[in-house]
């Protein structure tokens, strides 16, 4: 029987007795149009907006391929929320032989960076240039005080080269090599060369025989920047999604140029020529045996369909995406991604189900940003139903985000925090954790979503009459709406600025 995704588990707006709640929604009623809209868009942190009006043909049968720890999950509706509660602090937090040692000596970085340059089919002439940068770092490395001002610098240079390099292979900007950069500048980098000194958790992961070739014999077309940059742009558009996962390229040639030649389609919007295209891949990937690639192509098909709002075809192609991998990556992203379609369409059960798998996957892979965020998402829809346990799945989700350098991550957590805190009546702890997401989504170069929170602090200040605290706070978000470029919420501030007294 299809299930319909108009009425079924519909998130409530309030629970009966609660007269915070009643005058919230008061409060609530009185705003604007615009402002509502924007603190919709921001609880949902980028999900699209989705029709309701499309019926499943067919369940994903999520039941049966569930972690054996959540599938009581939903027996029993009296232990629900205690069940809830105790997982989030029993099954996710990490164990402490798997934190992260930050340690990363510069001359794995090196070797990492030239491996990449080969990696993405750099021209001879290029190459020789950045060679020319690293042969400059490796002079100062050897040093016995080496300048590090010089050494980021050169390699800064050198990033700039290949990213632009791939730039132009795509016809996409990308930052790809100098946010891979960035990121390892902010761990404990020894500046004194050391081959033997090898950290495994930051090593680059290259598809098997990338790096063996001469630049000039890869195509750039089938290279692994290609695949890392649109996997990039997919970061860009979904935001505190899962966080990515290193995808390998197929090792069938025919297989590959019809899966990146897919993905180039998909990403200029031509959902049906992609699809059409992924279909011959996943013929291809049954002539080859590549099972993997399959379950991949079935989740970048589910993506199309997901974008576009086909929403029934996005839900069966992640479940045979799970169905057929064996990598709990892609089972990881997929579970998250029909969490989230059942979550926009409010419908509880199956959002829950499936965002608790998510968490459950993410762990088997120790992808603490993935159960991060799927606890935070758990947390947002307990908070819309006034359930107080949502804090204590807040809690575990900033405590597994702090373990990791995604600041962006952070800023979801936090931010969703604070609207949680507002929902029940406790400002002052709101305004903390607004404060802590505007510096997480500084540090990520996010500052439409810092000026957002600025937003929402104000509002805060005015319902207790400070208008000069809140004239300040948008004054603030004005100034990063403006870094951000985006003429919408500029807009929105300047009305809100005109309309304090």
Request: charged share 25%.
């Amino acid at each position: 029987m299809g299930l319909n995704l108009t009425n079924i588990n519909q998130r409530p707006y309030l629970k009966d007795g609660r007269s915070l709640v009643k005058k919230k929604q008061d409060e609530e009623a009185s705003k604007s149009a615009a402002q509502t809209e924007r603190e919709e868009q921001a609880q949902n942190q980028n999900a699209r907006s989705r029709g309701l009006n499309y019926v499943e043909q067919q369940s994903p049968k999520y039941q049966e391929i569930k972690p054996e720890q959540w599938q009581q999950m939903y027996t029993n509706p009296q232990a629900r929320a205690s069940q809830h509660s105790e997982t989030a602090q029993a099954a996710v937090l990490p164990k402490p032989q798997q934190l992260r040692s930050s340690n990363i000596n510069i001359a794995q970085i090196l070797k990492d960076f030239k491996n990449t340059a080969v990696a993405i089919g750099t021209p001879s002439d290029l190459n020789e240039e950045v060679e020319g940068y690293l042969s400059l770092i490796e002079t100062q490395v050897k040093k016995d005080n080496p300048n590090v001002k010089l050494i980021k610098s050169n390699l800064m240079n050198a990033s700039s080269l290949l990213d632009n390099y791939i730039s132009q292979t795509l016809n996409k900007e990308s930052k790809v090599v100098e946010n891979w950069v960035d990121a390892l500048f902010l761990q404990q980098v020894d500046f004194k060369y050391n081959e033997e000194d090898i950290n495994p958790q930051f090593l680059v992961k290259f598809p098997e025989g990338s790096t063996d070739k001469k630049a000039e014999e890869v195509p750039p077309e089938e290279t692994f920047a290609a695949q890392a940059v649109q996997e990039e742009s997919v970061q860009e558009v979904q935001e505190e999604t899962v966080p990515q996962t290193v995808v390998k390229i197929p090792q069938d040639k025919e297989l590959k140029s019809l899966f990146i030649q897919s993905k180039k389609l998909a990403y200029a919007k031509e959902s049906k020529k992609a699809i059409e295209t992924f279909q011959k891949a996943l013929a291809r990937a049954d002539e080859v045996g590549d099972i993997e690639t399959k379950s991949k192509i079935y989740y970048e098909i589910g993506q199309i369909y997901d974008n576009t709002d086909n929403l029934p075809q996005a839900l069966k192609s992640y479940d045979l995406s799970i169905k057929t991998t064996s990598d709990n990556n892609v089972k990881t992203k997929a579970h998250y991604s029909m969490a989230q379609i059942y979550d926009d369409a409010n419908k509880i059960e199956p959002a829950l189900d499936h965002y608790f798998v998510s968490v459950a996957y993410g762990g088997e892979s120790d992808n603490l940003a993935a159960q991060s965020t799927s606890l935070t998402r758990i947390g947002n829809i307990f908070s819309d139903m006034y359930e107080q346990n949502a804090f204590e799945f807040f809690g575990a989700a900033n405590d597994l985000a702090a373990e990791t350098d995604n600041s962006r991550v952070k800023g979801f957590v936090a931010s969703s925090t604070g609207r949680a805190y507002e929902k029940f009546g406790e400002p002052q702890q709101a305004l903390k954790s607004y404060s802590q997401a505007v510096k997480n989504y500084s540090d990520a170069d996010s500052p439409a979503k810092a000026a957002q929170n600025y937003i929402s602090a104000a509002e805060i200040m005015i319902d207790f009459d400070s208008y000069e605290k809140a004239r300040g706070l948008l004054n603030k978000a004005q100034k990063f709406a403006q870094k951000a470029n985006d003429e919408s919420l500029i807009s929105e501030i300047s009305e809100r600025l005109r309309e304090i007294v």
